[in-house]
């Protein structure tokens, strides 16, 4: 297999999505807690993905300064509670993880405020404070905030399955 995702999860909605990646492309699943201990074949796609803390996705300047991927096989996803119809929102997101040149995609992901310590809940508190105070703001991200909830829509994922897959064949690295 010439495939890998990566992820890094905090309380488990990313790993959702990377599990269902993996097996659909029948390809390794590796935590980002791992990435040190693997010998990386600079032919394969990386596909990554992390969620969203404060607009950055979780451990990707890391992972890229780890492990030198080539920019062409790399695949980037971001899971959050940001409304996936506020495209300008997604846009600043990419654009905040210098990911302009990359495929990236975006997909709805949850709370679990039992998994979370003291100062994430509050921070994510006052977060769907600040929103419900401004109409202009996102209020689909304010009402998911309100309590714990999966909002993960493992179906979104199929175009990006579709164009990992026909990504590897002009690369001509065998994922299926
Ligand atoms: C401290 C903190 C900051 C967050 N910042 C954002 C954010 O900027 N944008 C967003 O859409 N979601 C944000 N979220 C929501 C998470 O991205 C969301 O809960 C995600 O599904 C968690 O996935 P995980 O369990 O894989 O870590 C934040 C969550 C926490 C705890």
């Not at 990707?60 to 300064?65: E, G, I, Q, T, V």
């Not at 993880?97 to 997909?107: D, I, K, R, T, V």
């Not at 994510?124 to 703001?137: A, F, H, T």
Request: hydrophobic residues 35%; glycine residues 6%; charged residues 30%.
């Amino acid at each position: 297999m010439r495939a890998i995702v990566v992820y890094s999860s905090k309380t488990g909605f990313t790993l959702k999505y990377a599990k269902k990646l993996s097996e659909d492309l029948n390809c390794e699943l590796l935590s980002i807690k791992e990435i040190k201990t693997r010998n990386w074949d600079k032919d394969e796609i990386v596909i990554y993905g992390g969620s969203l803390k404060a607009g950055l996705i979780r451990d990707l300047s890391h992972f890229n300064k780890t492990v030198k991927v080539n920019p062409d096989h790399l695949v980037v996803f971001a899971c959050g509670l940001t409304s996936r119809e506020d495209q300008v929102k997604i846009q600043e997101i990419k654009k905040a993880n210098h990911l302009e040149n990359s495929p990236f995609y975006y997909f709805p992901g949850g709370v679990d405020y039992s998994r979370l310590g003291f100062a994430s809940r509050s921070l994510l508190k006052m977060i769907c404070q600040s929103i419900k105070k401004d109409p202009q703001k996102d209020q689909m991200m304010a009402k998911r905030l309100e309590k714990s909830g999966d909002y993960t829509e493992l179906d979104l994922l199929e175009e990006m399955i579709e164009q990992i897959k026909s990504k590897s064949r002009f690369h001509e690295i065998n994922v299926e």
